[in-house]
């Protein structure tokens, strides 16, 4: 089955421990990207990536950092968490570029205290 | 001011009904457009694509008018189903710009 899987699916932290949440999709996609959404905001993006080791920061970036060592993976990384980073986070990718259909995973709601 | 604005709604329609949501842009070089559904706490998935001669897709038909800078979605004969939230996205420079998104509650 064509997906994209996001671990874990709930967490909760504290200020200033790092965590990985982790992506992956096994559709052979070239574009992957890390979403996070607020109420009323909407989904920002936080950094996408073309290709193996390629990848741009998006509208939100600070405080995130991303790896896309192989083709299926793009673990999103917190170094030190603070509580403006509880959202609900989605990673997506598609075959190509953004021009092409989006596929997301199930989201990560992340809670830091 | 944000580079994709929805109305965020909520739109009360009852079963039946027509209902129109519009969402504007402002950058002009923007090249693809898409309509996506997102189920509450679920992930997005998309809808249709938008293209400039309009596209329709069983009761939904989205349009794209370059010269206002807006796309607009059109779902006919609206079912209990059919309440999501609605969003809106733009492409520019290999990023998607997101709207808020449109929620609709469909009554029976």
């Known amino acids: 089955e064509a997906q994209v899987t996001q671990n874990p699916r709930y967490l909760i932290t504290v200020t200033g421990k790092k965590l990985t949440v982790t992506c992956s999709q096994n559709?052979?996609?070239?574009?992957m990207s890390w979403y996070r959404q607020d109420p009323g905001l909407g989904l920002r993006q936080i950094y996408y990536?073309?290709?193996?080791?390629?990848?741009d920061k998006g509208d939100v970036p600070e405080g995130y950092k991303v790896s896309r060592k192989e083709k299926r993976n793009f673990p999103l990384i917190l170094e030190s968490p603070s509580p403006n980073q509880t959202s609900l986070y989605f990673c997506?990718?598609?075959?190509?570029?953004?021009?092409?259909?989006?596929?997301f995973g199930p989201g990560t709601r992340l809670t830091v205290t | 001011r944000k580079e994709v604005e929805q109305d965020p709604g909520p739109f009360n329609v009852p079963e039946g009904a027509t209902v129109a949501f519009n969402c504007t842009y402002s950058?002009?070089?923007?090249?693809?457009f898409f309509w996506y559904r997102q189920d509450c706490r679920k992930e997005p998935k998309l809808l249709m694509s938008?293209?400039?001669?309009?596209n329709e897709d069983g009761r939904f038909t989205a349009q794209l008018n370059r010269a206002s800078q807006y796309i607009s979605l059109l779902i006919r004969d609206s079912k209990l189903s059919d309440s999501a939230t609605y969003l809106c996205?733009?492409?520019?420079?290999?990023?998607?710009?997101w709207g808020a998104g449109t929620k609709l509650i469909i009554k029976p």
């Open positions: 996205v733009g492409d520019s420079n290999y990023q998607l710009i």
């Open positions: 938008v293209y400039s001669s309009g």
């Open positions: 990536s073309m290709n193996v080791e390629v990848t």
């Open positions: 950058n002009s070089a923007s090249q693809s």
């Open positions: 559709m052979n996609h070239e574009y």
């Open positions: 997506a990718s598609s075959q190509w570029t953004s021009g092409y259909e989006q596929y």
